[in-house]
């Protein structure tokens, strides 16, 4: 079954970078619009960002402008770049395409802490 893997993730200190990968097993990767989300402890999975299969991108208010999301058609990867960094971005980062019922990954977990 096609799956999502996500890696990156670690620890790093307020206003530090990451960069987040997301590697797609199945196919048409092309095809699909490709989102990334987190969650916390106790909280609901949010949405982070999204590209669509042309290339255009969205990002949720609170990352708009220190988070930057990419993908790789070729590859089958996507990427969301991490800079300035702040604590209440700490939480499990996940890969997906958005109302596709694909099965989630692991995800990675990103700690901003001093």
């Known amino acids: 079954q096609a799956q999502f893997v996500e890696s990156g993730g670690g620890l790093v200190q307020p206003g530090g970078s990451l960069e987040l990968s997301c590697a797609y097993s199945?196919?048409?990767?092309?095809?699909?619009?490709m989102a990334w989300y987190r969650q916390t402890p106790g909280n609901q999975r949010e949405w982070v960002a999204s590209i669509s299969r042309g290339g255009s991108t969205n990002h949720k208010d609170f990352v708009r402008g220190r988070f930057t999301i990419s993908k790789d058609n070729a590859k089958k990867m996507g990427y969301l770049q991490m800079n300035s960094l702040k604590a209440e971005d700490t939480a499990v980062y996940y890969c997906?395409?958005?109302?596709?019922?694909?099965?989630w990954g692991q995800g990675t977990q990103v700690t901003v802490s001093s």
């Open positions: 199945g196919s048409s990767f092309n095809m699909f619009t």
């Open positions: 997906n395409f958005p109302n596709t019922l694909r099965p």
